[in-house]
């Protein structure tokens, strides 16, 4: 396990030592000298900041000189060198998220490998996925060409792809809940979850596809609306539908990837379940939540 966190908590790092965590991924000064505290001896990565900015959204670029994550590449030397209880076994980076340019991964190896000598150099994940029919994403095996590309023979590589894994896996299941047309503006088409079940949208303009579970295609041009109470809360633009109506299905594909992880309660919407279905066979793993949960942390 690698612990990452750009401002790990006192009662982290302590439950991290107590239960054994493999590494621990520094990420700043502070934490050099809280982890030395907490936990000496503990095996750890350095996360370094190599200046390398993916073309992808800002606010899931992670490896440019100005990021809230790591240590620049002025400071690292003052960082290995303040190391005194801990035993730093390698280096990490993380350049960003949903990358399809793999060009930057090629440098990252030798970047990072011209600091020192250690025995594990972490290049973290962002391999892209498709998430609409115009996307095309690298292959695993380029992805992994790339990080290899200018890696020292004698050092483990390590990865740690988290939305490529999971992304495509995942479907929303919507039941659409009104339609309304505005002539000659916009059809929306609104659903009984939305931001707080999808934030990425929102968050940083990602496109989706959707499509009526029983009625695939169509040629009502629509926009996919969520319930909550924000004009912004708009799960998909210009998707087109086969004329949508109160009480259809409408499926969202891949949404296995920072979903679930990042939905919230906003308008006290309860979060939805999450089914896993295999062989035409469907299993409960997360169940739906109540109005009754929404209130069991009130005193
Ligand atoms: C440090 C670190 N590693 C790996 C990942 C996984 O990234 P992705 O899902 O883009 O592969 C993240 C995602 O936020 C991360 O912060």
Same mark, same amino acid.
């Given at each position: ?122 290049? $973290?994940?962002?391999? /892209?996925?498709? =998430?609409?029919?115009?996307? +095309? &994403? !690298?292959? %695993? ?117 920072? $979903?679930?992880?990042? /939905?919230?309660? =906003?308008?006290?919407?309860? +979060? &939805? !379940?999450? %089914? ?24």
């Amino acid at each position: 396990i690698y612990l990452h966190g750009n401002n790990k908590s006192d009662a982290e790092l302590e439950q991290a030592r107590d239960a054994g965590v493999g590494h621990v991924v520094l990420d700043s000064f502070d934490e050099i000298d809280r982890l030395e505290r907490i936990a000496p001896g503990q095996r750890v990565l350095l996360r370094v900041t190599p200046g390398i900015s993916p073309s992808t959204h800002a606010f899931i670029s992670t490896g440019q000189v100005d990021s809230k994550f790591g240590f620049g590449m002025d400071d690292v030397p003052r960082a290995i060198e303040r190391i005194r209880e801990l035993e730093l076994v390698g280096l990490h980076a993380h350049l960003g998220s949903q990358i399809f340019d793999l060009e930057p991964y090629e440098r990252l190896a030798e970047l990072l490998a011209g600091i020192g000598e250690y025995p594990l150099l972490n290049l $973290g994940g962002g391999l /892209a996925i498709a =998430y609409t029919y115009d996307d +095309r &994403p !690298p292959s %695993i095996e380029d992805y992994v060409e790339a990080l290899l590309h200018s890696a020292p023979d004698d050092v483990t590589i390590l990865c740690e792809p988290g939305r490529s894994i999971v992304g495509n896996a995942g479907v929303t299941i919507y039941r659409v809940g009104t339609v309304k047309r505005i002539p000659d503006v916009r059809t929306y088409v609104a659903v009984d979850g939305g931001m707080s079940d999808n934030l990425r949208p929102m968050l940083y303009g990602a496109r989706y596809e959707a499509e009526l579970a029983d009625r695939l295609g169509g040629d009502t041009l629509c926009t996919i609306a969520g319930k909550h109470c924000e004009s912004g809360d708009i799960l998909a633009r210009d998707v087109r539908l086969d004329d949508p109506r109160p009480g259809d299905v409408l499926v969202m594909p891949a949404t296995g990837a920072y $979903g679930h992880a990042m /939905a919230s309660n =906003y308008n006290a919407i309860p +979060r &939805p !379940p999450v %089914i896993f279905c295999r062989d035409g066979r469907a299993r409960e793993v997360v169940r739906r939540e109540t109005f009754e949960d929404l209130t069991l942390r009130d005193v």
